[in-house]
């Protein structure tokens, strides 16, 4: 470990132990301890940039699953969690939040050695990320309900939230820990307990985040990771008859199923899918700045994030002006190791992804749209296997066409002519998914007409990916149900219950309700 990570902070993180070919090797961990694999077998994982296997990765099944849910369900039941106050879980999260902003750096370097961002995005990513734990660890003890004004005579009624129990959490690969903790931390806050299942890309950052999890002081149990492939043990997870609540980001098509199958047992989910969301350019906008949103909305992290601004609308009279001006920007575009903090575009994260990447670019050129640049691997000088791709362009596109309907979670641009505000409206919401969307104008009165008018669960105007732990986010139509983040994140996590205590009524007629 100590070759291929700085190390971390804190000096009581145990290191992982060593596989074959003396390469880490991660197991799961139950209740409180890494655990072997029931089935004793082991996946590798391996880095973008070299395209070399690094770690193994215990693979998971059903019998590990059922384990890691009593561990979560005993864990909820034992006085050590469900007996402390909500105010003592604030203080455990926020001692988590401590270790992980002591431990940012190691975190990130993890984090890059599996999925190939930018050392400097994770950076900030991990830093940043401690506060998803100051937030709802300070909100932990401020969730209180209500005193109703009852118009029922001699019965005193309130509400409280409790938490749900176990909660089952299934997360993708492009940001294993920030969307891992988006969960998490509401989940903890709220006093639930959680099974985790990372990506099968990605199962390593989460592995050595738990070292920190369980030195901050929660109860064993509290916090579960099974690794694996989700067709070999989703359908356990998310079926699982103590599993209360499923809380899943990442495709629609794994979504449709895991919603298919919560549903039979009634469970609730939360459902953070994928987008095509539209960027849209009025002619009033500040075209600098807005060349620089349209670059952040689909070439920062290769476009490999749910909130992609993959659809990018341009008001007829700036068309061409626009497109110049970004293909500009993009002529010295900088690849290179994710590490180097000179390095603007990472390789792509996975190969599979790289495949699809490829077959949209096929399929764009197969539909008529006009390549205007990119549509190739990039060649980078040194790492032969690594897996880049140039940003693509592609001009001429209908709203009617796949690249401008399907998500491709990559660099991949369509660009759409509109004409006016309606037509701007109309081409946006045109579209199965509605995660995201952005507006530059200079006219404040279109951009919040524009922010009335776009059916999306975020709007920017005049900016772009801008998030915060502070404030809810999720889809609207298929890109999702249920949010996180902010008060409405923390919420999906309680449930609501209604306590009616009679103040001496007597029953009058048991035949007839009150
Ligand atoms: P994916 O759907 O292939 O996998 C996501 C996770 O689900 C993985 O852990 C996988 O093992 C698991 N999984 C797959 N099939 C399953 C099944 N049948 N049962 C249970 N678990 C199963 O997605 P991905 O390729 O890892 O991630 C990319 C997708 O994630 C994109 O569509 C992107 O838009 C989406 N995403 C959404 C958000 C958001 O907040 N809306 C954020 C990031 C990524």
Known sequence: MTSLFPQPVTPQIQPTRIGAHDRPRYDHYINGAFTVPSSGVYFDTSDPVSGEVWAEVARGTASDVDAACRAAADAFENPAWRGISASARGHMMRRLGDLIAENADWLAAVEMKDNGKLISELQMQMRYMANYYYYYGGLADKIQGDTIPSDKPGVFNFTRYEPLGVVACIMPWNSPLPLTSLKLAPAL?????????????????????????????????????????????????????????????????????????????????????????????????????AVKGAVAGIFAASGQTCVAGSRLLLQRSIHDDFLARLDDFLKDIKFGHPSDPATQIAPISTAPQMAKIEEYVQIALGEGARLVRGGKRARVAGYPNGLFYEPTIFADVTNDMRIAQEEVFGPVLSVIPFEDEDDAVRIANDVDFGLAAGVWTQNLARGIRMTERVRAGTIWVNNYRSTSTTSPFGGFKMSGTGREGGIAGMMEYLELKSVWISTGVEIPNPFIRR
């Open 189 to 289: 806050a709220a006093g639930n307990t959680v099974v985790l299942k990372p990506s099968e890309f990605t199962s390593a950052s989460l592995l050595e985040f738990v070292k920190l999890v369980e030195l901050a002081g929660f109860p064993k149990g509290v916090v579960n990771v099974v690794t694996g492939f989700g067709n070999e043990m989703g359908e356990a997870l998310v079926s699982h008859p103590l599993v209360e609540r499923i809380a899943f980001t990442g495709g629609p098509q794994a979504g449709r199923i895991i919603n298919e199958q919560a549903a039979r047992s009634m469970k609730r989910v939360t459902m953070e899918l994928g987008g095509k969301s539209p960027n849209i350019i009025f002619e009033d906008a500040d075209l600098e700045q």
